[in-house]
């Protein structure tokens, strides 16, 4: 498997995180914290990502869902965190293996996959979204109605999350990487025949959100570009939301410009 990352801005300036080698491809996306938190959301993915790798390549057979439970539990430990006062990541993961591709997909960084004569397949968990919380649709609306980012609206988002703290990792709510190692088994996985999976983009939800506004979002094409083309279409969607829409109107989003990152397979 060959994989090109790319990722704006620069891995030490965000709270994305990707790694990649011949057998794996990780994308974390570190949530931003509007109110404090025990330790940086920038600290807790680099420990995440570390632990999540080590842990594949020390068991290349355990579950993939196993194997990211026990990078949560061990950074939790490691960085002494609390449940509901520490930050938390997206983890979206592929495994190559012999006969088969496994994937795992926990918050909302996305997963499209598929084979050369077939149309893409996305992987996304979407239960935060789509737990229905009033800020959550207040900020939106506001936003695409020409507020900006002002004062209420940075005291919707953090209404906004303190309330989805209150459904974090629990039945009924949502799951995401934080404190407890059960949030993992209830990730989504997937175990996909060789013949049926030739490539995969890995993708934030501030990469692909603007780049499907945009129509920059062949994902077949893109898994087989090298890594300066990827970096140049995040640099396109970043200038974008900067020069054309940096009030969010046109693409109503919690800040002008999210972190991105992109890690792209060919299998």
Known sequence: MQVAVAQTPAPESSQDRVVADDQIALVLDGASAFEPVDVSTSTYVNHLANEISANLKEGPEVALAESVAAAIEE??????????????????????????????????????YGADDGEPIE????????????????????IAAGHGYDARHRELLSELQREQRKCRNRPGGYWIAET????????????????DITWAVLATDGAY????????????????QP?????????ECARWEHEVDP????????????????ACAVL
Request: proline share 5%.
């Open 123 to 142: 992987l996304i968990d979407l239960r935060l979204a789509n737990l229905g919380i009033t800020q959550h649709r207040a900020y939106r609306e506001r």
């Open 247 to 262: 009030d969010g109107r046109l693409l109503p989003r919690a800040k002008v410009s999210d972190d991105k990152a992109l």
């Open 227 to 235: 890594a300066p083309t990827l970096e140049r279409t995040l640099a």
């Open 75 to 112: 950074t939790a430990r490691e960085l002494d965190l609390k449940a509901g006062n520490a930050p938390s990541s997206t983890v979206s993961l592929l495994r190559e293996r012999d006969d088969s591709v496994d994937i795992f997909c926990l918050g909302d960084s996305a997963i499209y």
């Open 209 to 224: 959100g603007p780049m499907l506004h945009l129509g920059l979002a062949n994902w077949a094409l893109l898994a087989r």
């Open 180 to 195: 407890d190692p059960d949030a993992a088994r209830h990730g989504y996985t997937r175990t996909v025949p060789r013949k």
